[in-house]
């Protein structure tokens, strides 16, 4: 089962405006951020506003509404502020390497990027 949601996690702080993101992109159901230590020349964070821990929660429990507004706005964050294609990543629990606990969608570009991210 997936923990429970943390509400003072930092992603939480950026959704409520409590601490500071360099953000692109928002709509109902989600928001787009620069990453605060990009790892390529272009590195975006989207993120949904709802309470969902990471991938598996999301999947699990959002509504179609959530998912539908939530993959738009990565979709749109890709085609208006990325080059000539990109790299989508969730790193989903603790094997998956996910540090902060509110789902996150890397999107990474700018540059050719070889075939994996260490
Ligand atoms: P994860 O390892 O959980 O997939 O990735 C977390 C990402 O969040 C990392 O790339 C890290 O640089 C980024 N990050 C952590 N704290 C902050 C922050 O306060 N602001 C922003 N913009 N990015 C952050």
């Known amino acids: 089962a997936t923990q429970p949601y943390d509400d003072a996690n930092i992603f939480a702080k950026i959704l409520r405006g409590d601490i500071p993101a360099e953000r692109v992109y928002e709509n109902d159901f989600a928001l787009a951020f620069h990453d605060i230590a990009p790892q390529a020349p272009v590195h975006i964070l989207v993120i949904p506003r709802g309470p969902y821990v990471s991938w ?5 429990r959002a509504s179609d509404a959530e998912i539908a507004g939530f993959t738009r706005a990565v979709g749109h964050v890709a085609r208006e502020h ?9 790193n989903t629990g603790g094997h998956g390497g996910q540090e902060v606990p ?3 969608v890397h999107i990474f570009a700018g540059a050719p990027l070889g075939p994996m991210l260490a």
């Not at 598996?56 to 699990?60: M, P, V």
């Open 56 to 60: 598996d929660d999301f999947s699990a």
């Open 102 to 104: 509110h789902l996150h």
């Open 82 to 90: 990325v080059g000539p294609g990109y790299r989508l990543l969730a």
